[in-house]
């Protein structure tokens, strides 16, 4: 659900604290803590069974990606005012890493050191599930295992390209309390994979599903990007309303209300971005009267509001309908511990965004999106060799997670380098060139509106940022 800053960016974060930073730090944090989730199923277990009573530290990873994506997503599409722009910058950023994470997988599935996960049976039906991230909406394997919440990230980036090409996309609050109250009312009524049980008991197949559903999400996407404002707007709800059925009616795992929890996280991180950037409008103004200013800080106070009352909907949710599918109460507590601590964390981000991070803590937040991609394949690589399963000492059992944690950052350093940061590059210069068809949403104005006081460091850091947040997952 998770990092990419350009190294101009890095530079200027070296000369002076970025405003953006804490933003990788909390992805890097959030990586490390779905690396402990999936690496201490083979090692540490009795450190996982001693945290793993109250938190689950694979969801509270992920629940912290989503939110940062949230925030950061809405800077990027509109500063650039462009939905092809947008749609540019993700290809670039998202699919040279993602491919080339398939494509180990599939090299360790040969070499027999790691799964694809039943793929092999499916080859066709699986590229389809692949080929616009979403897995775990097309029923098709997960592959990295992680991948499964890349499906949320690409429905949200449908939604607000959708939202924006409409000009309704600032009402980041109605949606984060409709989704987190689908969540609580349908949570426990949604089906899971209905439209593949349909397709395969009528006779057309999940290849014929997955294809129909690629197809209409991909038309979308070339009409958006291609024509003018009516068939334009046309097209991207198409892509939109595409994805929405799918997230509610198609969901392969983990639970029926995961797809509304997230949607709504991640619009609560959009609305928190909002009310930063409109605060930061209010500080460049001067000579308010007393009573203009106890007004502005009430109206600050509404977005505080419903963030926390989205929380308190979404922590119900899942206590209510995982009660109900007798998940069991520990799991029940590690789901509302894991809703709040994500909550309080990004909290506890914002609060500190004007201190200065680390450079060591910004550098892996940077590498998240390949820590997150790589490390299900690192540890399926160790779960094949057993040798490295006899019994150990605890202390041997740190060593080895350690050298694990080491192989993995060292191997996400280098495909950031070889592969992500190029890419990037290279999507710059094609979406510098890319010239949007030209129709008026009010979108530019937006893009000025939202980024407004902005420094411009901190306005390249906005817009290189990869939000990734999904690319980490708590469940396999």
């Known amino acids: 659900m998770i990092g990419a800053v350009t190294s101009g960016a890095m530079s200027e974060t070296a000369r002076k604290p970025s405003r953006l930073a804490w933003l990788d730090a909390l992805r890097g944090f959030a990586a490390l803590c779905v690396v402990f989730d999936h690496g201490s199923t083979l090692l540490l277990r009795p450190v996982r069974d001693f945290l793993y009573q109250w938190l689950n530290l694979g969801q509270f990873g992920v629940f912290v990606f989503f939110l940062v994506s949230g925030y950061i997503i809405p800077a990027s599409l509109e500063r650039k005012g462009s939905v092809r722009g947008f749609w540019t910058g993700r290809l670039f950023r998202l699919y040279p890493m993602y491919v080339v994470a398939l494509a180990l997988a599939i090299v360790a599935y040969l070499t027999r050191h790691g799964t694809i996960r039943g793929a092999e049976h499916h080859p066709l ?39 924006f090409s409409w000009n309704i996309h600032r009402r980041s609050g109605a949606y984060a309390v409709m989704f987190a109250s689908c969540a609580v009312a349908l949570g426990g009524i949604l089906p899971m994979a209905a439209l593949t049980r349909w397709a395969g008991h009528t006779g057309h197949g999940t290849l014929a599903l997955n294809g129909i559903a690629d197809a209409l999400i991909i038309a979308g996407i070339v ?89 308190a909907l979404i922590t119900i949710a899942g206590v209510w309908h995982g009660g109900q599918r007798h998940e069991g109460h520990q799991w029940q ?77 060292g191997l996400s350093a280098l495909t950031y380098y070889l592969v992500e940061k190029p890419m990037q590059r290279l999507g710059r210069r094609v979406a510098g060139h890319a010239k949007e ?40």
């Open 333 to 409: 507590v590690q789901w509302a511990t894991s809703v709040l601590l994500a909550g309080a964390t990004f909290g506890l981000g914002l609060a500190a965004r004007h201190r200065r991070v680390p450079r060591w803590c910004a550098w892996l937040g940077m590498i998240s999106y390949s820590v997150y991609l790589l490390h299900p394949l690192v540890f399926d690589a160790y779960r094949s060799v057993p040798a490295l399963h006899r019994a150990h000492t605890m202390p041997v059992q740190y060593l080895m997670f350690a050298g694990c944690v080491a192989v993995i950052i």
């Open 223 to 311: 009409v958006a990007v291609s024509s003018r404002s009516r068939l334009a707007r046309a097209g991207s709800t198409v892509a939109a309303l595409t994805a929405l059925v799918l997230v509610t009616v198609n969901q392969g795992s983990p639970y029926p209300w995961e797809g509304c929890v997230i949607l709504a996280l991640m619009f609560s991180g959009t609305l928190i971005y909002r009310a930063e950037q409109g605060r930061q409008g209010q500080q460049g103004q001067q000579g308010q009267h007393e009573q203009a200013k106890q007004a502005r800080r009430a109206k600050n106070a509404i977005p505080a509001l419903i963030v926390l009352a989205v929380l």
């Open 437 to 476: 068809p030209g129709y008026a949403t009010g979108a530019g104005s937006a893009g000025a509106e939202a980024l407004d006081g902005a420094p411009a460091a901190a306005t390249r850091s906005a817009s290189s940022s990869s939000a990734v947040a999904g690319g980490s997952g708590a469940s396999p």
């Open 125 to 163: 039906q699986s590229v389809l599930a692949w080929l616009l991230m979403l897995p775990n909406l097309l029923t098709g394997p997960n592959v990295p295992n992680v991948t499964w919440t890349l499906s949320y990230e690409m429905v949200f980036y449908l939604l607000l390209a959708a939202l």
